[in-house]
């Protein structure tokens, strides 16, 4: 049975090897990537049974994201685009190490994931799973998505999946107060949510430490689990009136996108199997952790490797 459903926009990720610019490379590196996906692929590969439900082109391109995260044994359920405009998003990710940064140039308008309704998505497999996850990009993508998101997730929760969703501000995708005012409603039909303490400040004008957003946001909206981020800083989560905290693992500046995504994928792999909430943290902790160290979106990782991290046991060279 599945166990977990995510929902959203997959895209595939170009990127130049090493730290060549966008501008001169002669060749980009293809990935699958999108949040929920990588949501998906973490907590799959941490023995979760997750789906990743979309709309995608029904051609080539649609199918190399596909592929990708069938390899990791995630099961897809897709409304395959068979029109000629049907279009595959992408972008392209150009990573720097200081004083550069990494900097993202989407190309996702008017993908095929932008016009998917409830009635093409597998809305049975979500009321009967244990969570649905879907983050705060999907319904930045268009009216349409904001519609079916704000669906998806009250159809699931009146099941009693419990719901999760990452907000996942993007600033290229829209404004704070744009976002504010989408997400904000559809908040009553998030279970669990998870935020970064930044985007906290800049997108729910939220200020004072974590615990004190946690709180501010759990009283407003009643949410089961309230989760922070905060970098380098750890996580904190509220639930049950009780502040669980976490710390952050050692790990590496090398590959940072897709920490956050991992970082839930691990929560929900303990979260979503009768785990406590810091069994929870810590797999998230250790899981981004890991990712940090690994190219492209996915964490590319295995149960035992989360728990040499959480019993310190992890070794320069294993042989
Ligand atoms: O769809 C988008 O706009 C994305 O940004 C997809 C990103 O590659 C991941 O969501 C990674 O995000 P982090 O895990 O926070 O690093």
Redesign the pocket.
């Known amino acids: 049975m599945t166990e977990l459903v995510t929902f959203?926009?997959?895209?595939l990720?170009l990127s130049p090897p090493d730290d060549e610019r966008l501008e001169t490379a002669d060749q980009y590196t293809v990935r699958a990537?999108?949040?929920e996906s990588?949501v998906a692929v973490a907590a799959q590969r941490l023995g979760l049974d997750a789906l990743w439900a979309s709309k995608l082109p029904d051609s080539p391109v649609g199918r190399r994201v596909t592929g990708e995260l069938k390899h990791h044994g995630v099961s897809v359920d897709i409304a395959w685009d068979d029109a000629d405009s049907a279009r595959q998003?992408t972008?392209y990710?150009e990573q720097g190490s200081p004083p550069r940064g990494n900097d993202?140039i989407?190309d996702?308008q008017n993908a095929s994931v932008t016009t998917a309704t409830p009635a093409e998505l597998p809305t049975e497999t979500i009321a009967d799973a244990a969570g649905f996850h879907t983050?705060g990009?999907t319904p930045a993508l268009s009216e349409t998505l904001e519609s079916t998101t704000a669906d998806l997730l009250s159809l699931a929760q009146d099941a009693g999946t419990t719901t999760s969703f990452?907000l996942?501000y993007?600033s290229?995708?829209w404004t704070p107060a744009e976002a504010r005012s989408v997400l904000t409603e559809l908040f009553p039909s998030v279970d669990v949510l998870v935020v970064?303490e930044r985007d906290a400040n800049v997108v729910l004008d939220r200020d004072g430490d974590a615990e004190a957003i946690a709180r501010d946001l759990t009283a407003e909206y009643g949410f089961e689990a309230t989760v922070i981020t905060r970098g380098s800083d750890g996580a904190l989560a509220l639930a049950d009136g009780t502040v669980t905290e976490q710390p952050t693992f050692e790990s590496t500046d090398a590959h940072?996108?897709?920490?956050?995504?991992?970082?839930?994928g691990g929560f929900l792999s303990q979260y979503l199997s009768s785990g406590t909430v810091a069994e929870g943290l810590a797999w998230g902790a250790a899981t981004a952790a890991l990712?940090r160290t690994i190219p492209g979106?996915i964490a590319v990782v295995s149960p035992d490797e989360i728990r040499s991290i959480l019993s310190g046991d992890t070794e320069a060279i294993s042989r």
């Open positions: 959203g926009e997959t895209m990720r990537a999108g949040a990588n998003g972008y990710l993202v989407y996702r983050s990009i990452d996942n993007r290229k995708l970064a940072p996108v897709g920490t956050g995504d991992s970082f839930v990712k979106d």
